[in-house]
């Protein structure tokens, strides 16, 4: 089950890169249909929704810890969301320049993308000590180290489908 539900965010994450590819280019008969900000928007939920599945089907909760966790859960998905929607926009920036990238641009994405490490390091430390309050030291650990893991399998799927700059 969980290397069903790995490969299913892997998967879908390679459509969500293809989603991103496809919206920077113009509709051209040779491009085909542009995906629409929508159809990103829609690639993203399925993500947040299958990461849930693998954070549930690992984390094992009982009935009465599940419903302490998962409004904990969905608060701190909501201040990732904000996040990713910085990603997405730098990626989009990053690919809407790569083929005329000025020094200057390259210079502001490369500190956006460090502001936005740092912030995403930042949430994290916010966040432990609340879900401390409805969790064991155990599992929220247990918690943070399943969520750096899929983050770091996007990351990579990201990585991957991005060109180096030239």
Known sequence: MRKLAIALIIGTSLLLIQSVALAQKSETPASGPTASEQDVELLRSDIRSTKKQIIADNMKLTDLQGGKFWP?????????????????????????????MTDAQAESLVTKMATLDEQTANLCKQWIPQF????????????????????????LQFA?????LK
């Open 160 to 164: 991957a489908n991005i060109p180096i």
């Open 72 to 100: 904990v859960y969905d608060a701190y998905t909501q201040e990732t969301t904000k996040l990713g929607d910085g990603r997405y926009a730098l990626v989009k920036e990053y690919a809407n320049n790569y083929e005329d």
């Open 132 to 155: 401390l309050k409805v969790l064991s030291g155990k599992q929220t650990a247990l918690f943070f180290q399943l969520d750096r893991r899929i983050n770091l399998l996007l990351d």
